[in-house]
Nanobody, 118 residues
Framework: QVQFVESGGGLVQPGGSLRLSCVAS?????????MGWYRQAPGKQRELITF???????NYDDSVKGRFTISRDNAKNTVFLQMDSLKPEDTAVYYC???????????WGQGTQVTVSS
């Protein structure tokens, strides 16, 4: 059973940067899955904002395009999210899971809180 453990969130001022990490433990097939970053803002549904395919192709929602960069290290079963030029509307709990070209797994991690505020 795969477990996702997200980290790297925090409080940052508008215009700042954060780098999130997500380790997928218990998976021997991590490299075969497209991985996504999702976020859930207060009072809103969780949404997929970016994903990276098993071959390294990437896709971004318009809301984060040009500011966020997703990457992966298959040797470490880890996916990253570099977030630059952060805005208050980026405030949310961020999660990783399978995404984009495949449906997410049923079990989600606890996520990591990102708060963008002055």
């Amino acid at each position: 059973q795969v477990q996702f453990v997200e980290s790297g969130g925090g409080l940052v001022q508008p215009g700042g940067s954060l780098r999130l990490s997500c380790v997928a433990s218990g998976s021997k097939f991590f490299r075969d899955y497209p991985m996504g970053w999702y976020r859930q803002a207060p009072g809103k549904q969780r949404e997929l904002i970016t994903f990276i395919t098993s071959r390294g192709g990437t896709n971004y929602d318009d809301s984060v395009k040009g500011r966020f960069t997703i990457s992966r290290d298959n040797a470490k079963n880890t996916v990253f999210l570099q977030m630059d030029s952060l805005k208050p509307e980026d405030t949310a709990v961020y999660y990783c899971n399978v995404g984009g070209e495949a449906d997410p797994f049923a079990d989600w991690g606890q996520g990591t809180q990102v708060t963008v505020s002055s």
